[in-house]
């Protein structure tokens, strides 16, 4: 067989119409949770209510979506060779559970659940705005569960702003700028919700789900002082089912009608981030540690960009993970931006549990936003190399 040579793609080769292999070149690093896509029309064995390849000891099991066959190849060596057979005894034991699928579960005007069998995995909070209750519903946002028994929400929620709560406008993972411009000198504060600026969900335009991946796309304007529609959002979230975590793809193009709109900000108040349960802050903040490119840093130690001091390992990073404490269980998640992404990130690290990145971006018609991040939850601590090869399998992934 001939080899092939890959170096940010996948390249699916067949052999024949009616091979019985199909051969995945890796790229110059290991990879983890790599999703792939096949042609509809490719030969994969059957079992009781699955389709599925395999590849040595793994099972890839597919999804249909659209003309494509969608799956998870869980390792990838560097420059070698996956060959995923699509003939093979599908008489092998599974795991309890394993064959379960997602599913939604809606409670209307309030939030979309995820569900794996009966297992809450993902809530979208999608209430929509009401002015008379702004501060709670300013804007959407998503929370996570335990992935190990879906009982305990990790992410914070929509709390009211009291003393109660630390920063209660951090929600889950969540998107925003808090210094927005345009028009004649109008100004917007997506992140905190100020002077009645908000986004809303208008409503979810999308949803799959099956065995292998679930997927909702949702239509959201974001609102100025004035009430009107100055931006629209098309987010979308794919999660995977994959053992020992949530993996979950996040991704949003930002557009707009106006001549331009200038989205700005700060590390600590806009672009991407994470936000952890608000038990972090009020009793196990000085237990949450950063494990970076460059090493784990210490318990209650962060690194944040700053204009003056302007470091460089806070700019453009490829990956961050954030180890917290909530439960008396310790969790790690794991960000990665995707390259494709605009450059000059740069960073933010809170002990509380918050994190991510923001950028300058100017909207105008034909330039909207696009960006995509890999989010990767697990119970217990991650190793540098982890989340080297999952962030790598985000490059790779079709």
Request: glycine share 10%; with cysteine; hydrophobic share 35%.
């Amino acid at each position: 067989m001939k080899r092939l040579s890959l170096l940010a793609l996948l390249l699916f080769v067949p052999r024949s119409p009616a091979a019985d292999e199909i051969v995945v070149i890796g790229g110059k690093k290991d990879a983890q949770l790599v999703v792939v896509r096949l042609p509809k029309e490719t030969q994969v064995a059957r079992g009781p209510g699955f389709e599925g390849l395999r590849n040595g000891n793994d099972t890839v099991f597919l999804q249909l979506d659209g003309a494509e066959k969608v799956g998870i190849v869980r390792q990838l060596k560097a420059d070698q060779e996956a060959k995923l057979l699509s003939r093979f005894n599908a008489m092998f034991e599974f795991a309890p559970g394993e064959l379960d699928g997602f599913g939604f579960a809606e409670s209307k005007g309030e939030h979309l659940d995820l569900l794996w069998g009966k297992q809450p995995v993902l809530r979208f909070v999608n209430k929509p705005h009401d002015a008379k209750d702004h501060y709670l519903t300013f804007k959407p946002f998503h929370q996570m569960f335990d992935p190990k028994d879906g009982k305990t929400l990790l992410s914070s929620g929509a709390h009211p702003n009291t003393k109660e709560f630390l920063f209660p406008h951090h929600r889950g993972l969540f998107f925003g700028f808090n210094k927005i411009s345009y028009g004649d000198k109008q100004t917007a504060d997506i992140w905190h919700g100020t002077d009645a600026v908000y986004s809303t969900t208008d409503k979810i335009t999308d949803k799959v789900a099956g065995p292998v991946f679930a997927r909702h796309t949702a239509a959201i304007s974001w609102h100025g002082k004035d009430g009107k529609t100055f931006a629209d959002e098309k987010r979308t979230v794919t999660v995977y089912h994959v053992p020992g975590g949530t993996l979950l793809d996040w991704s949003t193009e930002l557009g707009t009608a106006l001549d331009s709109v200038k989205l700005d900000g700060d590390p600590q108040h806009a672009g991407f981030h994470f936000r952890a349960t608000q038990e972090v802050s009020k009793t196990t903040a000085k237990q949450t540690y950063y494990l970076r490119p460059d090493g784990k840093g210490k318990e209650g130690e962060t690194r944040n960009w700053d204009a003056k001091a302007k470091d460089p390992k806070t700019v453009d990073l490829p990956w961050n993970a954030m180890s917290f404490v909530t439960g008396e269980k310790r969790y790690t998640v794991l960000r990665v931006p995707h390259p494709d992404n605009p450059k000059n990130t740069r960073g933010s690290e809170r002990d509380y549990g918050r994190f991510g990145d923001y950028f300058e971006y100017t909207l105008t018609p034909k330039t909207p936003l696009k960006l995509k991040y890999r989010i990767w939850l697990q119970e217990g601590e991650m190793s540098r190399e982890q989340c080297e090869a999952i962030a790598e399998g985000f490059v790779l992934s079709k």
